[in-house]
């Protein structure tokens, strides 16, 4: 069975870190871009963070560029993403999302397959 599983959201204070995990079962990861993805209420998705299988480049929206940053582990079949100086507007569930074309999209249809999300919540 083919599944993502996030891990690692919570609460934190503004300025906190956070590690989120996204464990790949059914699939190996290795041949696939892995995207980050978060929602917050009353918004769309938006594509936070992704890095592509080929070479693995890396990509950040600009709003968490040098706070966030994302790596993947392929003998533990996972992929990260560590995130720092965490601010109030970056509440959101968090989702990690993977696409078999290998290279990063922002666009959510391209994507194959989906975790169920993990809440990450900054508030003092």
């Known amino acids: 069975q083919v599944q993502l599983v996030e891990s690692g959201g919570g609460l934190v204070q503004p300025g906190g870190s956070l590690r989120l995990s996204c464990a790949a079962s059914?699939?190996?990861?290795?041949?696939?871009?892995i995207g980050w993805f978060r929602q917050a209420p009353g918004k769309e998705h938006e594509g936070v963070s992704c890095?592509?299988?080929?070479?693995?480049?890396?990509y950040y929206r600009n709003s968490v560029k040098g706070r966030f940053t994302i790596s993947r582990d392929n003998a533990k079949n996972t992929v990260y993403l560590q995130m720092n100086s965490l601010k109030p507007e970056d509440t959101a569930v968090y989702y990690c999302?993977?696409?078999?074309?290998?290279?990063?999209?922002?666009?959510?249809?391209?994507?194959?397959?989906w975790g169920q999300g993990t809440q990450v919540t900054v508030s003092s």
């Open positions: 059914g699939f190996t990861l290795d041949y696939y871009a």
């Open positions: 999302a993977a696409t078999v074309r290998g290279y990063c999209s922002g666009v959510v249809g391209q994507y194959d397959y």
């Open positions: 890095i592509s299988s080929s070479n693995g480049s890396t």
